[in-house]
């Protein structure tokens, strides 16, 4: 009887520690496409409340392993909750990414996306995780905000 409920308990633990697992996992796609489209809203509505909001580190358009940031149709970042230091850098149009075979110019790219007739979708790029210098596969959503001249972006690493 002790073995059965011993068997019982450490199963209980397991599922417990594996459910725990799976909520520390990364986003997903469809989390930072709710994001981009929460935050071009805000962008509607007020512009310079939903700026700070997505500069905030601490702020709502940062969740588990990924954030939103807000460009504009020129090159800036505008607002960067991770990177602050990006929105004084100017046009972004020249950083490439980290694929030595091929770099790619990943804000002129995440634009071509912005500026599309659809104005939404995925860009995929080489870019190291948070603390290691390996490259990666990273995806970004980019969404336009509809009736201005600026996009949103949410990424996760593959």
């Given at each position: ?50 700026i700070a909001e997505i500069a905030k580190k601490d702020g ?99």
């Amino acid at each position: 009887m002790r073995r059965i409920a011993f068997v019982v308990l450490f199963s209980l633990v397991f599922c417990f520690l594996l459910t725990g697992f799976v909520w520390a996992e990364g986003a997903t796609k469809a989390e930072c496409i709710q994001k981009c489209h929460e935050a071009a809203k805000m962008l509607q509505q007020d512009k310079d409340a939903a700026i700070a909001e997505i500069a905030k580190k601490d702020g709502k358009f940062v969740w588990k392993d990924t954030y939103v940031f807000l460009m504009d149709f020129k090159g800036n970042m505008l607002a960067h909750p991770i990177k602050p230091q990006l929105t004084k850098k100017g046009c972004l149009y020249e950083i490439t990414d980290k694929n030595p075979a091929n770099p790619k110019k990943i804000f002129i790219e995440f634009d071509k996306v912005a500026k599309s007739p659809k104005g939404e979708g995925w860009v995929e790029y080489m870019w190291p995780k948070p603390g290691e210098d390996k490259p990666s596969l990273k995806e970004t959503y980019i969404y336009r905000v509809p009736g201005m001249d600026m996009y949103v972006g949410a990424g996760i690493y593959k």
